[in-house]
């Protein structure tokens, strides 16, 4: 993230602050498609989450549901390098989809090995 408020401020683009934690539907419009493919994939993370049942282990309950976040966030990524022009949010999507990724396997990892425990 500091990588990405750096190139804001050299780029003289202004960094707007924004809840991470809110998904809600706004009523801003994309172009060409590109604000539905966003919302599918809030909406496929939410529909994967909801099947998740808490196992009282908040250590697997926190992985089971970063998955599917995770996941999203790379859906969302791939869709901001289809759509978007903007060279900052490019690399930003980019960054994400190999940063997810790879926290992904990490968290599949840890899975499997608790498993074999």
Same mark, same amino acid.
């Given at each position: 993230?500091?990588?990405?408020? *750096?190139? +804001?401020?050299?780029?003289?683009? #202004? ?22 493919? &966003? ?7 939410? @529909? ?15 992985? !089971? &549901? ?6 999203? *966030?790379?859906?969302? @990524?791939?869709? %901001? +390098?289809?759509?978007?022009?903007? #060279?900052?949010? /490019? /690399?930003? *999507?980019? %960054? ?11 968290? !599949?990892?840890?899975? !499997? %090995? /608790?498993?074999? !425990?």
């Amino acid at each position: 993230m500091a990588v990405l408020l *750096a190139l +804001l401020a050299a780029d003289g683009l #202004p960094a707007q602050q924004q809840d991470h934690h809110e998904h809600g539907h706004d009523s801003m419009g994309g172009g060409k498609g590109d604000w539905s493919e &966003l919302m599918s994939s809030m909406d496929t993370m939410h @529909a994967d989450m909801d099947l998740i049942k808490p196992s009282g282990d908040s250590d697997l309950d926190f992985v !089971k &549901l970063m998955l599917p976040h995770h996941q999203a *966030a790379i859906d969302m @990524a791939k869709t %901001e +390098l289809m759509h978007g022009n903007d #060279p900052v949010m /490019r /690399r930003m *999507a980019q %960054e994400i989809i190999t940063d997810q990724q790879s926290e992904i396997e990490l968290m !599949k990892l840890w899975e !499997k %090995e /608790r498993e074999q !425990k």
